[in-house]
């Protein structure tokens, strides 16, 4: 009987479905809470983690814009959790948080039909996955690789 690598194709495939999955589900959980906290209109809530414009994406404003881009911060900050507890790799992680930050981007690209060039946003995605890669980097490695084995008193 065989055991299962971390680098088997069925294992990455299974663990980046539930890592995008779960990304999402994070994601539209912080902008419902948003959502209601700002006081925006529900039925703008479908777009809601795709926002790119500078009016719809913005930390500056105090309305829908500054939900949108807390959704993004606050589901990048719960990723750490996610890393930790779906990918349980040290040398793994950084690629989960990078296939989900470049496919978060092919999907702004598709809904808006438009190339992002809000700096905010760029700065935003770009600081949170490379913050996200290296700090679950570390707590993966800190918390499973170098955690006490229990052995065995004879």
Sequence with gaps: MGSKTDSETKTIVKKLLIYLISYYVIYYVWSIILVGSLGVDWHQLGRYPFRIRKSEFSPHRRDHALGAWLAMLLTYVCCLGLTYGVIKATR????????????????????????????????????????????SEVVNYYLRDMREIALDRV
């Design 92 to 135: 793994k992680s950084w690629d989960y948080v990078i296939s989900s930050s470049l496919l978060h981007l092919l999907l702004c690209i598709l809904i808006n039909q438009a190339w992002p060039v809000n700096w905010i946003w760029w700065l935003t995605i770009l600081l949170a996955s490379a913050v996200l890669s290296v700090v």
